[in-house]
């Protein structure tokens, strides 16, 4: 004989396999997204506006200066780039 007790946890058991299951693709894409993102590395940063002459940076105004990046400030003579 079959309590109610005894058909829930059946039914619960059931239900949490069942969802289990349906979870396993999701997760198994979830992980191979990550590991080729892993593969692939980090995306590299859009390039900022051309001011300097070629991409080794920014070039100062002022003194000369390659600033590497996209810094706001010249690194040698701290004026405005
Ligand atoms: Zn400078």
Request: charged content about 25%; proline content about 4%.
């Amino acid at each position: 004989m079959v309590t109610t007790g005894e058909l829930y946890l059946l039914v619960v058991t059931v239900m949490a396999l069942v969802a289990f299951a349906a979870a396993i693709p999701v997760l198994l894409d979830i992980a191979r997204e990550g590991r080729e993102r892993l593969r692939e590395g980090p995306v590299s940063p859009v390039e900022g506006a051309d001011e300097g002459d070629g991409d080794d940076g920014v070039r100062c105004r002022h003194c000369g200066t390659v600033n590497e990046g996209e810094y706001a400030y010249c690194e040698e003579c701290s004026q405005q780039l």
